[in-house]
């Protein structure tokens, strides 16, 4: 039987950056001997980011007026890693699983009212094994 999964990562100000360029492929090389280089033309962003994260923060926070000082030990972020099994994907094949990311989204968006305004980006990758969003 599969499960759907969610992780939860807070990003200080230190991480946030790594996790842009892990999540946009930004980087040459990865330590993480899952992600298969020649499928990363498939990776597909629901929402994407034309900038790096910490940019995106700051240009979310003037936006929004948000006030309060930033400390090296805020938490600026939050990551939503959702995947589920590699059988799983296999079985519904590659229609139902992007759908299954566009459900995943929304979830998220409507996640306490959190809203799409305030999604940094959601980037599905198919390059590693199993499939997943961030």
């Known amino acids: 039987m599969s499960f759907a999964i969610i992780r939860h990562i807070k990003h200080k100000t230190g991480s946030l950056n790594l996790a842009y360029r892990h999540n946009e492929r930004k980087n040459t090389n990865y330590s993480n001997v899952d992600i298969d280089k020649s499928k990363g ?4 962003s629901i929402v994407p980011c034309p900038t790096t994260y910490s940019n995106r923060f700051n240009q979310m926070r003037s936006q929004f007026q948000l006030k309060g ?3 090296a030990t805020s938490n ?6 959702i995947t589920s099994d590699n059988d ?8 139902e699983t992007k759908r ?3 459900c ?9 009212n959190l ?9 599905v990758h198919l390059d590693e094994t199993p499939p997943h969003m961030h």
């Open 115 to 123: 809203g799409k305004d305030f999604i940094v980006s959601a980037k």
């Open 41 to 44: 033309f498939q990776n597909y």
């Open 76 to 81: 600026l972020a939050c990551e939503y890693l």
């Open 69 to 71: 000082q930033i400390k």
């Open 88 to 95: 799983f994907f296999k079985e519904i094949g590659p229609e």
């Open 104 to 112: 995943a989204y929304k979830f998220v968006c409507n996640y306490r």
């Open 100 to 102: 299954y990311f566009e």
